[in-house]
C-alpha cells in the first residue's frame, strides 16, 4: 500500500511540470508560460486566482511591443483580457502585479484615462488587437491571463 501512495506521489510530481518546462495546463512562448481563462472574472479575482494556480505566477505583464503583440495575437487569440496591471485611484501611478517596472503602454488613444478606470485591459475596443484600456476594476470581463517563468 505504501509503494502505491509514493508512486501516484511521483506520477503526480512529474506530470506537474510538462514540455517546454511549463506548469500542468500552461503553454510555453518563449522564455515563459500563460495560461488562459475564459471564467468571467472581476480583476481582484483573476490576479488571486493566477497566485493560486502555479507557486510563482501572476497576471500577465507587458514590457515591450513584441511581448505586446505575442500576447495579443497568439495567447489571447485577440480576445479582450485583464493584464497585470492597475492603480489605486486615478491620480496614481500605474503598477504591474509582480513589481516589475512600468516601461512599456499601448493605451486606446494614447491615452489611459479615456475610458476611465484603474485596472487595464488588453485588446480593446473593437478587437483592434493589442490596444489598453483602463476601465473599472468592478466590472467582469471573461478572460484574463497567468504568466509563469518557464524552467
Same mark, same amino acid.
Given at each position: ?32 508560460? *500563460?495560461?488562459? +481563462? ?6 481582484? %479575482?483573476? $490576479?488571486?486566482?493566477?497566485?493560486? &494556480? ?47 517596472? *512600468?516601461?512599456? +503602454? ?6 489611459? %484615462?479615456? $475610458?476611465?478606470?484603474?485596472?487595464? &485591459? ?30
Amino acid at each position: 500500500m505504501m509503494t502505491w501512495t509514493l508512486c501516484l506521489t511521483l506520477v503526480a510530481a512529474a506530470v506537474s511540470v510538462v514540455a517546454g518546462g511549463c506548469p500542468f495546463r500552461f503553454k510555453a512562448h518563449g522564455d515563459k508560460c *500563460y495560461w488562459v +481563462s475564459s471564467a468571467v472574472s472581476l480583476y481582484k %479575482d483573476a $490576479v488571486h486566482e493566477c497566485t493560486r &494556480l502555479h507557486d510563482g505566477a501572476t497576471m500577465i505583464t507587458i514590457h515591450d511591443a513584441e511581448e505586446n503583440a505575442l500576447l495579443a495575437q497568439e495567447v489571447l487569440a485577440h480576445r479582450t483580457s485583464w493584464i497585470g496591471l492597475s492603480r489605486a485611484n486615478s491620480s496614481a501611478p500605474w503598477t504591474w502585479v509582480d513589481g516589475s517596472p *512600468y516601461d512599456f +503602454s499601448l493605451w486606446y488613444m494614447d491615452d489611459p %484615462d479615456y $475610458v476611465g478606470g484603474d485596472c487595464a &485591459l488588453i485588446n480593446y475596443y473593437d478587437g483592434i488587437s493589442g490596444l489598453w484600456a483602463g476601465l473599472d476594476c468592478s466590472e467582469k470581463y471573461e478572460y484574463y491571463a497567468c504568466q509563469v517563468a518557464a524552467t
